[in-house]
């Protein structure tokens, strides 16, 4: 996992973003913030797991359907399969020690 500081790959509104194999974040701060890179793995953990062109696939549907829904931006981001497991677990430092496989399906 190799962390990269670039303001200007992150969409703006954002921290950072993971792009396999790479972390982006917006400043040095967050390439030191345990709860912000466990986010992040998570979501390398999660590309991995579907062979990553799946997950950016699934990733963009799920978007564009609970934006439909919801008709707000931010509450469809938050309610994106994959950032709802991030969210939900990222302050557990150990949570991908014992995170099951394809973990998002049940978040």
Do not use: C
């Amino acid at each position: 996992m190799k962390i990269i500081i670039n303001r200007h790959i992150v969409p703006r509104g954002y921290s950072g973003i993971t792009l396999f194999p790479f972390i982006f974040a917006k400043n040095k701060a967050l390439a030191k913030n345990p709860v912000f890179i466990n986010h992040e793995k998570i979501h390398l953990q999660q590309q991995k797991e579907l062979l990553v062109i799946f997950f950016y696939f699934w990733y963009a549907i799920d978007f564009l359907v609970k934006l439909f829904i919801h008709k707000n931006w931010n509450t469809a981001y938050q309610n994106i399969i994959f950032e709802r497991e991030a969210y939900n677990n990222d302050h557990n430092l150990n949570y991908l020690k014992t995170r099951k496989r394809f973990a998002f399906l049940k978040n």
